[in-house]
Antibody
Framework: EVQLVESGGGLVQPGGSLRLSCAASGFTFSSYWMIWVRQAPGKGLEWVANINQDGSVNYYVDSVKGRFTISRDNAKNSLFLQMNSLRVEDTALYYC??????????WGQGTLVTVSS | QSVLTQPPSASGTPGQRVTISCSGSSSNIGSNTVNWYQQLPGTAPKLLIYGNNQRPSGVPDRFSGSKSGTSASLAISGLQSEDEADYYCAAWDDSLNGYVFGTGTKVTVL
């Protein structure tokens, strides 16, 4: 069974940092692009970043460029999102999802990030 | 700011056909395939349609997708109460170098 499990969310003050993790199982993790998507409370879905199979290519939404870094460890079947200089508007439920031809063919349950003083 | 525009809401009675539109531009829908997601209340999104009109295994054939030019549509035929959810279109955008989601459509079963 394909499974994605996010962790690392929490309450952080503006300007702070958090590192999200996503543990993958049930598929060949190293064969897929992976993506992070977020959803602010009561709002729609927003793509945040994605990364290719070996971690050499990544893309970010403009609002997080220079602050967030996506990375992966294929040996540990894990995806990460390092979030620095957090802003109130980064408050959201963060999902990791599987990429590939069918982007979003698997999703985690999400981890909540709250940025507030 | 989403670059794919959807109607905020759609509704129908059980058994009816409901169609949701998704309007984009030449840099996204016009040059890349469209995916559709269903998000039931309080749950993670689920892939409903990929590659414009392909259904993943397990998705009922009541759901169908199409694309023409810079627009796409999701049709739900034989509407059921369990279809009440938010629906999002999405596509890669070559100008933004990013994956863009639609504004989302809330489907209500009357």
């Amino acid at each position: 069974e394909v499974q994605l499990v996010e962790s690392g969310g929490g309450l952080v003050q503006p300007g702070g940092s958090l590192r999200l993790s996503c543990a993958a199982s049930g598929f060949t993790f190293s064969s897929y692009w992976m993506i992070w998507v977020r959803q602010a409370p009561g709002k729609g879905l927003e793509w945040v970043a994605n990364i290719n199979q070996d971690g050499s290519v990544n893309y970010y939404v403009d609002s997080v460029k220079g602050r967030f870094t996506i990375s992966r460890d294929n040996a540990k079947n894990s995806l990460f999102l390092q979030m620095n200089s957090l802003r109130v508007e980064d408050t959201a439920l963060y999902y990791c999802a599987r990429g590939g031809v069918a982007i979003g063919s698997a999703w985690g349950q999400g981890t909540l990030v709250t940025v507030s003083s | 700011q989403s670059v794919l525009t959807q109607p905020p809401s759609a509704s129908g009675t059980p058994g009816q056909r409901v169609t949701i539109s998704c309007s984009g531009s030449s840099s996204n829908i016009g040059s890349n395939t469209v995916n559709w997601y269903q998000q039931l209340p309080g749950t993670a999104p689920k892939l409903l349609i990929y590659g414009n009109n392909q259904r993943p295994s397990g998705v009922p054939d009541r759901f169908s997708g199409s694309k023409s030019g810079t627009s796409a549509s999701l049709a739900i035929s034989g509407l059921q109460s369990e279809d009440e959810a938010d629906y999002y279109c999405a596509a890669w955008d070559d100008s933004l170098n990013g994956y863009v989601f639609g504004t989302g459509t809330k489907v209500t079963v009357l």
